[in-house]
């Protein structure tokens, strides 16, 4: 069985920076990991993903150039990098695991969700 806990959301200023963790107990290590969100009223978004062995990343487009996925299996977790964040960032972001893809439902293990809100 799998579980994840994200940490580190919370309240910033739009043009600053959070670092999401992800906390996995349970045998990830072959499985790739995503982060995704969910604002009220709107789907949940895929965010960025990593395959297994940490080597190949895949970010959404609203958040390109902004948003770094990384990941440490000695420490069994995963890592959101957010920087230069904006309004339209804030959300409930999800850490999940499963297969690499963009899709919410090629994942079968998430975490609670950790909020994210930018003021503007």
């Known amino acids: 069985q799998v579980q994840l806990v994200e940490s580190g959301g919370g309240l910033v200023q739009a043009g600053g920076s959070l670092r999401l963790s992800c906390a996995a107990s349970g045998r990830t290590f072959a499985l790739a990991m995503g982060w995704f969100r969910q604002a009220p009223g709107r789907e949940r978004e895929f965010v960025a993903s990593?395959?297994?062995?940490?080597?190949?990343?895949y970010v959404g487009d609203s958040v390109k150039g902004r948003f770094t996925i990384s990941r440490d299996n000695a420490k069994n977790t995963v890592f959101l990098q957010m920087n230069s964040l904006k309004p339209e960032d804030t959300a409930v972001y999800y850490c999940?695991?499963?297969?690499?893809?963009?899709?919410?439902?090629?994942?079968?293990?998430w975490g609670p969700g950790t909020q994210v809100t930018i003021s503007s």
């Open positions: 999940a695991a499963g297969s690499i893809s963009i899709r919410p439902n090629d994942y079968n293990y």
């Open positions: 990593v395959t297994w062995n940490g080597r190949t990343t």
